[in-house]
């Protein structure tokens, strides 16, 4: 007996083009979360190929193989495979397929090896090798005990399930190599069985049973073998077959006569003991001729196969030769002819054992497919299209209905019902009908309830409106703050303006303002109605004796015939308007649970979008049209009881008595009406706010956080830069060895320059300056703030910090002496040359005689950046040292200004920005790098493109 062939896997790292699909279709994110999870399905595909080089027992092999399969099952559910992008729903954007070459050697020439971008290739080469590996399992069990052969019985009928499942999936054809082709999963499933009934001939033979079930056994094997042999002969897979490493048609061929002489042999038995000598000799002779025949394919055949078929020949020609002999002695009978002999009756024991795919466990629990979770955003936009189209229908029958209700209501008000016929019926205590309305109202809590409804849901509006204030406030105060810098920078604050970037949030925000005014609206008239109608609503908290003790007396009038119609109808229509509220509470249910995602999931690269759309509203138009139906019976039940009341308000034209019990109860129903209206629209108002905080408000509010915040980091990078450069000194490169080196001379570079474009939401955290960390510098136009556990220090050049007068907000900026820049009101020193603004360190408080402090000079001043902040560790430079309050020093730019003779020359300019005067032929301000406005303005195109770049960034919030 033979193994089907295993087939041989290539390596391949599918965790890589799973992981780039993955991060390109769904982002940066899930791929990282996924990865895990992907490494795990490499290591079950590295465990399965180790199973196909018969690196693990057999059956260790079919679970790796099966758990491997598994996870490839997954993988085909949730994504698709191919080498070019799927057409259909989702034809354009990013990749829609993942590419993965799998690739796998041919079972019978192993020397060809076919590559396809399909993942079901692959699941069917691992299907395969379960199958092969059953067979394996089934050639080296040991048959030479009755357990062993039973045990090879069960494990050839089960590699013929997994095979008889590869034939009838058209998934797992291919055309890659002809070992996947639905012509030889069919060949090897006979071949299979066929083994598996030569099991059951085996064990047959080994418990002596009766030589007419033995032959009818080998007749069934060599059957097998047969239509084996048949599927063998059919091109390609002939062809494909002749080229293999092993002569298969061959043995098929081989087989099938081995098993039909063995079959003619113990039928040749049977027919000895029944003494039929004569018919025994003709059925010696064809065993004779069928085992000579299997002499033609022997050649080439796996060893030990020429020695049983040598054996058998023995046997036969042994025993014809005495049959022969004894007949013509003794017997006599007679010999029929070679084609008179009727081959033997088959009998078949096996059959394929069904594979059950839903069965096999995978690297995963099965409630739990890590990769579910992924939704394109595409497909995410689109289901919540669909969703909003039919929230809007359902909304829109729920108002029709609403209207319908409402109307019937009053319909019946106007009609004196159903309170005329419930005068008729009342004795001495309400109606039951009306009761139940009053009951279920007190349950509810009655006035009272409504009363803390109403508090509850002004709490929700008042939270709502709190929560758009507070995003208002956010904006207005970044705007501020966009525009503070803006006039105090000039065209040197780059950062792209507020208004810019901010109309989407701020139409949202006008757009959730709107909502809340028309809701106040609705709650200041559903708040009027309880005020008003305060006494009307207190009577339904009144117990039923209190209430039947408030009825008149009743009418001694007969109930006429069309009040028992009317009755009839009313309620009818009561149950009407019941299962038709039901109704639409169904279909808003349907719509909410609808999968649409997974549908267009499902559907990807075989409809379109408004083809899986129409598909998915078909399911709600059931529902819908019984409602429509509702709708229009509900015009047919009112029309009739019209009809009906005419006859019963004739009839009763003359009862005073009846007509004021009409009255009463006519006031309860109208009560119990307004009542449940007004619960209704409490309920509903606060269904509202909690939608709209919920899926409007707070996100609103969080995004806008986030913008408020990374301008924030914007501006405090932006102030450093525009400082350094206002000050003519910039920062060297982070260099420890050059900690005490003022590179001043060299403007254009920075004093911090970021390693990106923004620094992140988490980098306003970090303190001090640790190597590498954001740490903002020292702001001349505000006093630093001293840093958490950290011991304030004192200036190097001033040990003993002398007390400065209280500076004021309202204070106005001053003109330095020294450059005449123009500082801030609160600046004490100015902040492009360091001259203090008032010399000497003397205050207008103490200007009037008071002698300056004596300053001293520290021995070794410990080396500290501008503003008494330490220098990083990490050999962060230290900023421009802080100038000697005693001895004003003036920069570069105002001692060359200073030695200019105070007239300026022709073209000369004055600074807009800082008042410095500048010579004609300087591009920019010395001091503040203001822009010469004498000179061509940089193109706009340019100008846009930086702008275009920046508010890229904070795009992303909105």
């Known amino acids: 007996m033979l193994a089907v062939g295993l087939k041989q896997p290539e390596t391949l790292h599918l965790q890589r083009p799973l992981s780039e699909f993955i991060q390109s279709r769904y982002g940066k994110k899930d791929a990282k979360n996924l990865a895990p999870h992907l490494d795990t399905i490499a290591k079950a595909r590295a465990t399965m190929a180790k199973a196909a080089a018969k690196g693990l027992p057999p059956i260790d092999g079919v679970q790796a193989s099966q758990r491997y399969l598994a996870d490839a099952n997954m993988l085909a559910s949730r994504f698709t495979f191919a080498r070019h992008k799927p057409s259909g729903l989702f034809s354009s954007g990013s990749n829609q397929s993942v590419m993965a070459a799998f690739t796998w050697a041919d079972s019978y020439r192993t020397n060809k090896t076919g590559v396809d971008y399909s993942i079901d290739f692959e699941r069917a080469s691992v299907l395969y090798n379960i199958g092969a590996l059953y067979s394996l399992q089934g050639i080296r069990e040991s048959r030479t005990d009755p357990a062993g052969i039973k045990a090879a019985f069960k494990y050839f009928q089960q590699a013929a399930g997994v095979f008889a499942l590869l034939a009838k999936s058209p998934e797992f054809a291919s055309s890659v190599t002809l070992d996947v082709s639905v012509a030889n999963y069919r060949m090897v499933s006979h071949m299979l069985l066929a083994q598996a009934q030569a099991c059951f001939f085996e064990l047959a033979v080994k418990t002596n049973k009766s030589p007419t079930l033995i032959s009818k056994l080998a007749s069934g094997t060599s059957e097998l073998f047969k239509l084996a042999y048949q599927a063998s002969q059919k091109d390609p897979l002939a062809d494909w077959l002749a080229k293999a490493n092993y002569k298969w048609q061959n043995h098929y061929a081989f087989q099938r006569h081995c098993f039909a002489a063995a079959s003619y042999f113990w039928f040749a038995k049977s027919l000895l003991a029944a003494q039929d000598y004569g018919r025994e000799i003709g059925y010696l002779q064809a065993a004779l001729d069928h085992v000579t025949q299997a002499k033609k394919f022997e050649d080439s055949l796996v060893g030990g196969l020429a020695d049983g078929r040598s054996k058998l020949h023995e046997l036969i ?316 019976e509900q015009d047919s039940i009112l029309e009739q009881v019209q009809q009906h009341n005419a006859e019963f308000v004739k009839s009763r034209e003359n009862d005073t008595a009846l007509a004021e019990m009409e009255k009463v109860l006519q006031s309860l129903n109208n009560s119990c009406t307004l009542c449940e209206r007004l619960f209704s629209n409490l309920t509903e108002g606060e269904r509202f706010y909690q939608d709209l905080i919920k899926s409007h408000i707070q996100s609103l509010h969080a995004k806008v956080d986030d913008f408020a915040f990374a301008r924030a980091q914007e501006r405090k990078i932006l102030l450093e830069q525009v400082s350094a450069a206002s000050m003519g000194w910039s920062a060297p490169a982070n260099n420890s060895s050059n900690n005490n080196n003022n590179n001043n001379n060299n403007p254009q570079q920075p004093y911090y320059q970021p390693s990106a474009p923004y620094p992140n939401q988490g980098q306003h955290q970090q303190q001090g300056g640790g190597g590498g960390a954001f740490n903002p510098a020292y702001n001349p136009y505000q006093q630093p703030q001293q840093q958490q556990h950290q011991q304030p220090q004192q200036s190097m050049y001033q040990p003993v910090q002398p007390q400065q007068p209280e500076a004021k907000s309202d204070e106005q900026p001053w003109s330095c002496k020294a450059c005449t820049f123009q500082n801030n009101g609160i600046a004490l020193a100015c902040g492009a040359c360091g001259t203090p603004r008032f010399p000497n360190n003397v205050s207008p408080a103490n200007s009037g005689g008071g002698a300056p402090q004596q300053q001293q000079q520290p021995q070794q001043p410990q080396q500290q950046r501008f503003g008494g902040y330490p220098a990083a560790a990490s050999g962060y430079p230290a900023a421009r040292p802080a100038a000697n309050f005693n001895q004003p020093q003036a920069s570069p730019a105002v001692a060359s200004n200073a030695s200019q003779d105070s007239s300026s020359n022709a073209g000369d300019w004055s600074c807009p920005q800082c008042t410095l005067s500048n010579k004609a032929t300087d591009a920019q301000c010395a001091i503040c790098e203001f822009a010469n406005p004498n000179a061509k303005a940089a193109p706009a195109n340019a100008q846009q493109q930086e702008a275009s770049k920046k508010k890229g960034f904070f795009s992303t919030f909105f």
């Open 317 to 632: 020609q042994t025993r014809l030769r005495e049959a022969v002999k004894d007949n013509d002695t003794v017997y006599v009978q007679p010999v029929p002819k070679l084609a008179d002999i009727q081959p033997v009756e088959k009998k078949l024991v096996v059959k394929a054992v069904p594979f059950d795919m839903s069965s096999i466990q995978g690297s995963f629990d099965k409630d739990h497919n890590p990769f579910e979770s992924l939704v394109p955003n595409e497909v995410r936009k689109k289901a919540d299209e669909f969703k909003d189209q039919e929230v809007a229908v359902v909304t829109d029958l729920r108002h029709q209905v609403q209207e319908k209700t409402g109307f019937a209501r009053a319909t019946l008000a106007s009609l004196g019902l159903p309170a005329s016929l419930e005068a008729l019926e009342v004795d001495a205590s309400l109606p039951k009908n009306l009761w139940e309305r009053i009951s279920a109202l007190q349950a509810k809590g009655g006035y009272v309830k409504l009363q803390e409804k109403l508090r509850g849901v002004k709490k929700l509006r008042d939270q709502a409106t709190s929560m758009a204030g507070e995003i208002e406030t956010i904006l207005a105060d970044e705007a501020k703050e966009d525009s503070a810098m803006r006039t105090r920078f000039g065209a040197r604050w780059t950062s792209v303006k507020s208004e810019d970037i901010t109309a989407k949030p701020r139409e949202n925000l006008a757009r959730i303002r709107s909502y809340l005014q028309t809701a106040a609206n609705s709650d200041q008239q559903i708040e009027n109605d309880v005020r008003s109608n305060r006494d009307q609503l207190l009577v339904l908290s009144q117990s039923r004796p209190e209430l039947d003790a408030s009825l008149p007396k009743g009418s001694s009038s007969k109930v006429p015939p069309s009040a028992l119609k009317i009755r009839e109808l009313l309620d009818k229509l009561s149950a009407l308007l019941t299962q038709r509220d039901e109704a639409v509470e169904a279909l808003a249910e349907a719509v909410e649970s609808a999968n649409i995602t997974g549908a267009l999931i499902a559907n990807a690269g075989k409809k379109t979008i408004e083809q899986v759309f129409a598909v998915e509203q078909a399911k709600f138009h059931p529902m819908q049209q019984k409602v429509q139906a509702m709708i229009k």
